[in-house]
């Protein structure tokens, strides 16, 4: 409980006390001969300021005893319906009588605990280097932010659909990919690796892709082009685009059309409204463009949603 609290208090911007926080949710998966996976997931009763945190504790070989690489992560995600396939698509059991919730912003506690058996392993052959080489003498915490990749990697260990052996055989190849971008951001001290680009290092850029992320949110019905945004947040178009890719792992024009269709699901299958009202509501003249880009995002046409 003491590395939960450590972690979270870097990740929650302000102080909190532990009844903020609901555990909704926990899985532990042990990989024979390779690693212990650890999940935990938190809901809160109201927002909170959070920022992602990567952590590696590494602890040296000694005698008789090999290294250790410890990942923890603490990353802003959320929580679905009681269907373990329920994702932000369609939910699989949607129906008129579903009650399906809606998606509440959560914290996800992640840990991944290497055996050291499977370190060494690892480092048979080599003769040049080791893991963490630079560090390889004393053992040593260190915390920053999880770069975009190993987001994107925490995101598909949280959800999948495999299981038994194939989910060991997953959870190890996803950790084997955290471990070498830990590698990357650690000991190489990659900024690109950490943020996505470098000038995403300074706090007052990454601030303004999260106000252009904002301003799309408040006007999914009337699309704005990327000169403009890139005008209202003060930042120059190329950065823009690089940057809002880097810290959201998708471009400006998807994320707003996968809003903008999540919301319009929502005004479909949730209020009862008539396609063609949503199509206008949405900003769309002809009804054909908008069901065309919904069934490119849901995998459905408007009416076929409305007759599940």
């Not at 059991?93 to 912003?105: F, I, L, V």
């Amino acid at each position: 409980m003491k590395d939960l609290q450590d972690i979270l208090s870097i990740a929650i911007r302000q102080p909190a006390m532990s009844d903020q926080l609901q555990c909704v949710g926990s899985e532990s998966v042990a990989v024979p001969d390779c690693l212990d996976f650890t999940l935990q997931r938190f809901t809160y009763d109201r927002p909170l300021p959070v920022d992602d945190v990567a952590m590696v504790v590494y602890q040296p070989a000694k005698r008789g005893q090999s290294a250790s690489v410890e990942l923890r992560y603490c990353v802003a995600g959320s929580k679905y319906c009681q269907n373990p396939g329920c994702t932000d698509q369609v939910c699989a059991h949607s129906s008129k009588d579903s009650s399906c919730n809606q998606k509440q912003p959560a914290i996800d506690m992640i840990t991944v605990r290497f055996q050291p058996a499977f370190i060494q392993s690892l480092q048979k052959g080599a003769t040049n280097s080791t893991l963490f080489d630079m560090q390889s003498r004393k053992p040593f915490i260190k915390t920053t932010q999880p770069s975009t990749k190993s987001k994107q990697v925490l995101e598909q260990m949280v959800h999948h659909n495999y299981d038994g052996t194939l989910k060991n055989i997953f959870l190890q190849s996803k950790a084997l990919e955290l471990l070498l971008f830990s590698s990357d951001q650690f000991v190489q001290n990659d900024t690109d690796e950490r943020f996505g680009c470098r000038f995403l290092t300074h706090l007052e850029d990454r601030e303004k892709i999260e106000n252009a992320k904002g301003i799309l949110l408040e006007q999914l019905d009337a699309p704005i082009t990327i000169r403009d945004l890139a005008r209202r947040v003060a930042m120059n178009e190329c950065y823009l685009k690089k940057g809002f890719k880097a810290m959201y792992g998708t471009t400006i024009y998807d994320y707003f059309q996968k809003e903008r269709m999540e919301k319009a699901k929502g005004l479909l299958y949730e209020k009862g409204m008539s396609v063609s009202e949503v199509a206008i509501l949405m900003g769309y003249s002809c009804i054909s463009h908008f069901s065309t880009a919904f069934k490119k995002h849901t995998g459905l046409k408007p009416c076929e949603l409305l007759l599940r």
